[in-house]
């Protein structure tokens, strides 16, 4: 015997209740008992979402945290089985409202910030190409860091405060973020476009002379002046372990 | 510790490993929680699970829910089973999707004839899929809806129709007897006993004269312990594991509970020690 339709149905009006809050008329219910769920369950979801986004939290008002919070979790279906991967979700979700998208041009890129945070902090090692320490930047090839991601934002959220990002102008701004292999610390490092193509052509398996020439065409650089430029920010990168070595 | 392991939290998660005044008899985690990780806590939980065997009490299961099962999460999570080589998988006797949408917590199931047809069948497949045992908790519950049953009658006839063995929550048993009006020393009178293959104990916060949420965020208190002393009587030697989730204290104080209830059990079991 399958379940049915009346016992499916009362599931999922109680399910429909713990993310509306519209109490329902159900059989057999202890009178004022169904308020816990609805109680027990929004707390599971909104401190899920304040420990991943604490910046994001201060951005908003308490009461557009929980116009956030409350619009996603009634209208938006969690599909992440781990409540830990759950805020990807909410940086995703399409249907913001536009009240907080107008009063926080920034909030979505903030979102995204923070979520890399939490991402690559938990995300599944990754294998590493055998690689030496020492070889030459222009003729070898490099082995980066693959627990990495690099964000492309309208606003500087990596780099300001959130209480200042309202008054921030858009532009184009990169940053990169890294697991760091040893102390599983995540990085962030504030880039230019030229670098970010550079990383990206090079990430992508394009030799690093090729990358250079590739860019200089693009940009009206001179090869030199790139390569002149290029090595405090990968001394930098391989301090802090982006940059991981030369193929063996 | 011969009986009792403990819920291992990230809060104590290094400290457990770089101690050794307390000695667990085991560790359980939420396989959710460690389920595709990397990284930092990765390392811990290989450290962890080369000095104490692992057990996995599950939190998405839903093995209630009007909603189909979710056969891949299911094959992820044996896949995490076996890598670990997880000794005992238990699960809640509860939903939490609906609508395809998790909602990450335990939902009542319905106490109803049609429910324990449904569920019996889903615990059958996921028995399957894991290869596997699956071991379900009682639950807490602060409302029942549209019962047709009482709660004990519900359990038995899904553990005796199923063969699935039972996860006996004995402060869950407090927590209920208490919110619900019953006693709970009859209450686990009538459970399948023989079923059971492992039992959980927590703390609970009364929040009203006339409710108790179970929290798992306060030490136990005696009553508890006393309904502990009492079902452990009745029941062959099973591990017993101690949860704290919240408000988490020092791992002294931790040890200290678990003393207590290693003692409730080398006094209940030491005649049946021989036998198991």
């Given at each position: ?97 536009t009240?907080?998208?107008?009063d926080?041009?920034?909030l ?60 921030c ?80 | ?14 400290g ?46 839903s ?5 189909p ?29 609906s ?59 899904i553990?005796?129709t ?32 023989e079923?059971v ?12 004269e ?45 040890k200290r ?20």
């Amino acid at each position: 015997m399958p379940l049915s339709d009346t016992t499916r149905d009362i599931q999922n009006r109680l399910g429909r209740y713990v993310r509306d809050g519209k109490e329902p008329q159900l059989p057999g219910v202890t009178s004022g008992r169904l308020g816990t769920y609805r109680r027990l369950v929004y707390n599971v979801i909104d401190d899920s979402l304040r420990t991943a986004y604490p910046l994001t939290e201060k951005l908003l008002s308490p009461k557009e945290w929980d116009l956030l919070v409350g619009t996603f979790f009634n209208e938006h279906d969690c599909q992440e089985f781990q409540v830990m991967r759950m805020p990807r979700e909410l940086a995703a979700w399409e249907e913001k409202p536009t009240v907080l998208l107008e009063d926080h041009p920034a909030l979505e890129d903030l979102l995204w910030f923070e979520w890399a945070e939490v991402e690559l902090y938990i995300m599944e090692d990754r294998p590493i190409p055998p690689h030496k320490a020492l070889g030459d930047w222009w003729t070898d090839h490099w082995v980066l860091n693959p627990e990495s991601q690099i964000l492309q934002l309208t606003y500087p959220v990596h780099r300001t405060p959130p209480e200042n990002l309202d008054e921030c102008e858009p532009g184009s701004f990169f940053c990169l973020a890294f697991r760091q292999p040893k102390t599983y610390s995540i990085q962030f490092v504030d880039l230019s476009a030229i670098w970010v193509e550079l990383l990206r052509l090079v990430g992508e398996g394009t030799h690093p002379a090729k990358a250079i020439q590739w860019l200089s065409e693009a940009t009206g650089l001179t090869q030199d002046a790139i390569k002149a430029a290029a090595p405090p920010l990968l001394e930098d990168l391989k301090e802090r372990g982006f940059f991981l070595g030369y193929e063996e | 510790m011969r009986n009792i392991g403990i819920g291992y939290r990230r809060d104590f998660a290094q400290g457990l490993l770089e101690q050794t005044d307390f000695q667990p008899a085991f560790i359980e985690v939420a396989p959710e929680n460690w389920m595709r990780m990397g990284g930092h806590w990765r390392r811990v939980l290989e450290r962890a699970v080369e000095k104490y065997p692992l057990y996995c009490h599950g939190l998405s299961l839903s093995i209630g829910s009007p909603d189909p099962l979710d056969i891949d999460f299911i094959k992820d999570l044996r896949a995490f089973l076996d890598e670990f080589q997880v000794r005992l998988y238990s699960e809640h006797l509860s939903y939490s999707k609906s609508e395809n949408a998790h909602l990450y917590d335990l939902l009542p199931i319905p106490f109803r004839e049609d429910a324990i047809e449904h569920i019996v069948q889903r615990i059958q497949r996921v028995q399957d899929l894991l290869d596997r045992p699956l071991v379900l908790e009682n639950v807490s519950y602060y409302t029942p809806v549209a019962a047709e049953m009482p709660e004990s009658e519900f359990i038995h006839r899904i553990v005796e129709t199923s063969g699935c063995k039972l996860l006996l929550d004995v402060n869950n048993v407090y927590v209920n007897s208490f919110n619900h009006g019953y006693d709970a020393r009859d209450f686990i009178k009538s459970l399948p006993l023989e079923s059971v293959a492992y039992i959980h104990m927590a703390g609970h916060e009364k929040v009203s004269e006339d409710l108790i949420i179970d929290t798992h965020g306060q030490p136990i208190i005696d009553p508890v312990y006393d309904l502990f002393d009492f079902t452990t009587k009745m029941l062959e030697p099973v591990p017993v594991l101690l949860e704290r989730d919240f408000n988490i204290p020092e791992l002294s104080e931790l040890k200290r509970e678990s003393e207590v209830m290693e003692r409730i059990c080398q006094t209940n079991w030491e005649s049946k020690y021989a036998t198991v």
